[in-house]
Structures are given as structure tokens and as C-alpha cells.
């Protein structure tokens, strides 16, 4: 009986051990991100910003300058999520690196094009344009033109 608990208890500290470390490297990599690139991409809107995976980059027009208003309205975040980036956004070719900054949300950086955060939206399909010009949360959602203009 002695041997069973021995070896049993062995077990148990080398499963604890194993979780703890599985636990810390979760951890690190639960907050880890990438660096944000920016590309330019031709739909049949004209062409526009898209994250590198092609989602579609959105300007929400109730933002004034270097401002992310979504994260005071209730629920907005959930449904229209900052693109965040852990270092400096990369420009894909087409994309002005001039236009291209952060700004401090919520503990995260936030890529700006032009002065106007930038978005992507939770149900999107890449290569999709279905959602620009949608009107919610007391403004609209556009995407952007190379030149930092609103795509409608």
C-alpha cells in the first residue's frame, strides 16, 4: 500500500508540475499579439484598407481625431473591435507608413490611418465589403481609400 501511494503521489506532482508550466506559457501567450499590417485591396467598392488577412478596415464617424469613441457605447467594442497591433503597424504596398500611427485604448495600441482608429468588424468574412456603410452605434462605418478617405 505504501508503494501504490508513493507512486501515486509521484504522479500527482509531476501532473501539477506539467499544468503549472502549461499554465505560464498560456499565460505569456494569451497576451501576446502581432504586429498589425496594413494592406491595400481592390473590391467592388474600389480599392481599400484590409488587415492582412483581408478583413476590411473600418473608420467609425462618430471618432473625432486620434479618438476610439466606440469603447464608451455600451456593447460597441463586442460587435466592432479596435485592430490592435503589439509594435509599429506595417504599411503592405499602396498603403501611405505616413498615414499610419496608434493610439492608447484600454491598455492596448490601436492602429489609426489618417487621424481615424481603425476597426474591423466581428462577423466579417475576409474580402467582404457587406458591412461598410452600416449606420450603428450612433455613426457610420467605412471603410478607407489609400488616402485616408471614407470609402462608402
Known amino acids: 500500500m505504501k508503494r501504490i501511494l508513493m507512486v501515486t503521489t509521484g504522479a500527482l506532482a509531476c501532473a501539477v508540475g506539467t499544468a503549472a508550466i502549461a499554465s505560464a ?10 504586429t498589425a499590417k496594413v494592406e491595400l485591396r481592390h473590391t467592388s467598392l474600389g480599392s481599400i484598407l484590409t488587415t492582412s488577412s ?20 455600451h456593447e460597441c467594442a463586442k460587435f466592432w473591435p479596435a485592430f490592435d497591433t503589439s509594435g509599429t503597424p506595417l504599411a ?16 492596448s495600441e490601436q492602429v489609426t490611418y ?4 481603425l476597426y474591423t468588424f466581428s462577423e466579417d468574412k475576409p474580402g467582404s465589403t457587406a458591412y461598410v456603410g452600416v449606420k450603428e452605434f450612433g455613426g457610420n462605418w467605412d471603410a478607407l481609400s489609400a488616402a485616408g478617405h471614407a470609402v462608402k
Open 92 to 107: 503592405g504596398p499602396g498603403v501611405q507608413r505616413s498615414l499610419l500611427s496608434t493610439i492608447r485604448v484600454s491598455g
Open 114 to 117: 489618417a487621424g481615424h482608429a
Open 54 to 73: 483581408g478583413l476590411t478596415l473600418y473608420m467609425f464617424t462618430h471618432d473625432r481625431n486620434g479618438e476610439n469613441s466606440c469603447v464608451k457605447i
Open 25 to 34: 506559457q498560456g499565460a505569456v501567450s494569451a497576451h501576446t499579439s502581432s
